[in-house]
């Protein structure tokens, strides 16, 4: 894999990762964020597919590697609110009085 496969393929990532926060609606940040979302969505919703035996949806394969689009979305999605639910719990529970 050569540094500008790489380089989409994070640009993928983080694209997959905003999406997924979108649909949630809990940012955690930037665009670095985005990237690691993207990429942990995409391990966490391909484990998810796999548990359940569905298809790899809209596959991209970008030097090699296949980046499964629509699961890094909803990996993404997944693990921003689990992100989120413990970002509520914390900071609720240092508002309180």
Same mark, same amino acid.
Not at 45 to 50: F, H, P
Not at 52 to 57: C, D, K, M, Q, T
Not at 63 to 74: K, L, Q
Not at 83 to 88: A, D, Q, W
């Given at each position: 894999?050569?540094?500008?496969? $790489?380089?989409? &393929? &994070?640009?993928?990532?983080?694209?997959?990762? @905003?999406?997924?926060? /979108?649909?949630?609606?809990?940012?955690?940040?930037?665009c670095?964020?985005?990237?690691?979302?993207?990429?942990?969505g995409?391990?966490l919703?391909?484990?998810? !597919?796999?548990q359940?035996? #569905?298809?790899? +949806?809209l596959? &991209? @394969?970008?030097?090699?590697? /296949?980046?499964? +689009?629509?699961? /890094?979305?909803?990996?993404? @999605? #997944?693990?921003s @609110?689990?992100?989120? $639910?413990?970002?509520? !719990?914390?900071?609720?529970?240092?508002?309180?009085?």
């Open positions: 894999m050569t540094i500008v496969e $790489l380089l989409i &393929l &994070l640009i993928i990532a983080a694209i997959c990762g @905003a999406i997924g926060q /979108s649909l949630v609606g809990y940012t955690a940040g930037g670095l964020t985005s990237i690691f979302v993207g990429v942990v995409a391990y919703g391909l484990w998810v !597919a796999r359940f035996g #569905l298809p790899e +949806i596959p &991209l @394969a970008i030097g090699g590697t /296949s980046f499964p +689009i629509v699961w /890094s979305i909803v990996g993404a @999605a #997944l693990f @609110a689990v992100l989120g $639910l413990i970002n509520r !719990a914390i900071v609720g529970s240092r508002r309180r009085y």
